[in-house]
């Protein structure tokens, strides 16, 4: 089993900057792709960003590419997910995830474990 727990999120201004971070526990997560997903109400839950299991490769939603991005160090069993120039569109609930391969994917059923989530909330 694999816990997930993501934390960082919280309330910024536009054009502010916030640090998710996800600590990983139980089976370790080494061999894994790791990624973040976002949902805002009343929307599904979208793709945001992937990182493969060395950290070699990463893969960024269009909507975030140039802001956000995603690292992971394997010793520590984390990843984070820098933000900045944060918009009201990016208001969400943030969720990290495990991926079924050590190769990025952009869909959830790429992913099998799931944190419960971090809020962060962009204000005009």
């Known amino acids: 089993q694999v816990q997930l727990v993501e934390s960082g999120g919280g309330l910024v201004q536009t054009g502010g900057s916030l640090r998710l971070s996800c600590a990983a526990s139980?089976?370790?997560?080494?061999?894994?792709?790791m990624g973040w997903f976002r949902q805002a109400p009343g929307k599904e839950r979208e793709f945001v960003a992937a990182?493969?299991?060395?950290?070699?490769?990463?893969h960024y939603a269009d909507s975030v590419k140039g802001r956000f991005t995603i690292s992971r160090d394997n010793a520590k069993n984390t990843v984070w997910m820098q933000m900045n120039n944060l918009k009201p569109g990016d208001t969400a609930v943030y969720y990290c995830?495990?991926?079924?391969?050590?190769?990025?994917?952009?869909?959830?059923?790429?992913?099998?474990?799931w944190g419960q989530g971090t809020q962060v909330t962009v204000s005009s």
């Open positions: 990182i493969s299991r060395t950290g070699a490769i990463t």
């Open positions: 995830a495990r991926g079924r391969a050590p190769i990025v994917g952009v869909t959830r059923d790429d992913y099998d474990y």
């Open positions: 139980g089976r370790t997560f080494t061999g894994y792709s």
